[in-house]
């Protein structure tokens, strides 16, 4: 097994290694100390079934169970579809899977340490691959703050909803559906990594409706600050995807971002989905 660092300040590539069969202790202790360094991990063509792919995840803690009930695999409860393709009219999969910078349900009170997709098409034209995914690096983001800047934060906690503010200007029904699920969570503006120790921002435009205790025009404007820099270019890191590459990520170091260059019926993305539980963010 080989550990390739990318040029930017997060993610890396993990070669000859075949995630279908277990990894020994040794193995998976390489992988998991990579993942919390680098906190993006790409493995390239790992050919997986759904339980070899469910029982990989199952290294990193629990598998959560999918809220979005109707993008769920109708055989294995624990895998999402992420796509574009519509059967019958229908989405088969969640298709808006991140269109602003976010960390992967911090609207709830444990939101899952990793996220794993599995790509099963990848949309392509005139040989250029569509759907990149975007990291940032919230770790990196709050090391470069000015320490007056992150004393001031230290102590606060931000409000994160579903839709957040876009849920006051109107939103979609599965939205609002979801808002009566869950109701607002507090988590801290910076966290504290749960292995690492480093703190990370932890806020963005579109789960933060406020901070504990400050006036609103005051939160939103720190929160708009401090998302802004959090996604700033220089703690990037952009992921092409190739067929039957797997890829995770850590919710607490890295927010991210999709892109959405391709269209249907044009252009075909698929993908398999799996979230590892975390822990309370403190
Ligand atoms: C997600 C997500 C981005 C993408 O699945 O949580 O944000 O590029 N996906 O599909
Ligand atoms: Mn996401």
């Given amino acids: 097994m080989e550990i390739v660092p990318s040029q930017n300040?997060?993610?890396?590539?993990?070669?000859?290694?075949?995630?279908?069969?277990?990894?020994?202790?040794?193995?998976?202790?390489?992988?998991?100390?990579?993942?919390?360094?680098?906190?993006?991990?790409?493995?390239?063509?790992?050919?997986?079934?759904?339980?070899?792919?469910?029982?990989?995840?199952?290294?990193?803690?629990?598998?959560?169970?999918?809220?979005?009930?109707?993008?769920?695999?109708?055989?294995?409860?624990?895998?999402?579809?992420?796509?574009?393709?519509?059967?019958?009219?229908?989405?088969?999969?969640?298709?808006?899977?991140?269109?602003?910078?976010?960390?992967?349900?911090?609207?709830?009170?444990?939101?899952?340490?990793?996220?794993?997709?599995?790509?099963?098409?990848?949309?392509?034209?005139?040989?250029?691959?569509?759907?990149?995914?975007?990291?940032?690096?919230a770790a990196d983001a709050h090391d470069s703050l000015p320490t007056e800047k992150q004393q001031r934060i230290a102590k606060l906690r931000a409000i994160h909803q579903v839709a957040g503010r876009r849920a006051r200007t109107g939103t979609g029904q599965q939205d609002q559906a979801l808002r009566k699920q869950q109701p607002a969570v507090l988590h801290p503006v910076a966290r504290t990594h749960p292995h690492t120790g480093r703190k990370c921002l932890y806020v963005s435009k579109g789960e933060c409706e406020g901070i504990e205790g400050m006036p609103q025009d005051e939160a939103l404007m720190l929160i708009d600050e401090l998302a802004d820099h959090t996604t700033d270019p220089r703690f990037r890191h952009v992921h092409r995807w190739r067929v039957r590459d797997l890829l995770m990520w850590d919710n607490c170091t890295v927010q991210h971002l999709a892109s959405f260059d391709y269209r249907w019926p044009k252009h075909r993305r698929l993908m398999h989905r799996i979230t590892v539980d975390g822990t309370v963010p403190v």
């Fill in 9 to 137: 300040v997060i993610g890396a590539e993990i070669h000859r290694v075949e995630l279908a069969q277990p990894l020994s202790e040794a193995e998976f202790g390489r992988v998991e100390a990579a993942f919390n360094k680098h906190a993006v991990l790409c493995f390239r063509d790992q050919h997986l079934t759904e339980p070899q792919l469910i029982a990989f995840a199952r290294r990193f803690g629990e598998v959560e169970r999918i809220f979005l009930t109707h993008y769920a695999h109708p055989k294995y409860p624990e895998i999402m579809f992420v796509s574009n393709i519509k059967e019958n009219g229908r989405d088969i999969g969640h298709a808006d899977a991140g269109s602003v910078w976010h960390t992967d349900m911090s609207y709830t009170a444990r939101p899952p340490r990793a996220t794993m997709l599995y790509a099963l098409e990848v949309p392509m034209e005139d040989g250029v691959t569509l759907g990149d995914t975007l990291f940032s690096s």
